[in-house]
């Protein structure tokens, strides 16, 4: 995508970042979630990551962990 495009009005700029570790507020964006639905899911998924002060969530792990509710 060259800088002169511009994006869609549903696609934010954060979401074209493929990171893969987050903090919760950005994840729960990045999902369209709450922040405490979001940091329940990665209890759930065990994909929480505590760095001194800092919690990340691997969202590879939270990919994996929705794959699993996903209706063939």
């Known amino acids: 995508m060259s800088k002169n ?4 009005e549903n696609i934010k700029p954060e979401m074209i970042g493929e990171k893969r570790y987050v903090r919760i507020s950005e994840g ?5 979630v ?3 639905t979001f940091r329940m899911m ?3 998924a065990h994909a929480i990551i505590h760095v ?3 919690v990340l969530i691997d969202t590879k792990m939270i990919d994996e ?3 699993a ?3 063939e």
């Open 5 to 8: 495009e511009k994006l869609p």
């Open 52 to 54: 001194r002060r800092i």
């Open 34 to 36: 709450s922040p405490n």
């Open 65 to 67: 962990y929705l794959e």
């Open 42 to 44: 990665a209890a759930e």
């Open 28 to 32: 729960a964006r990045r999902y369209s």
């Open 69 to 71: 509710f996903r209706e």
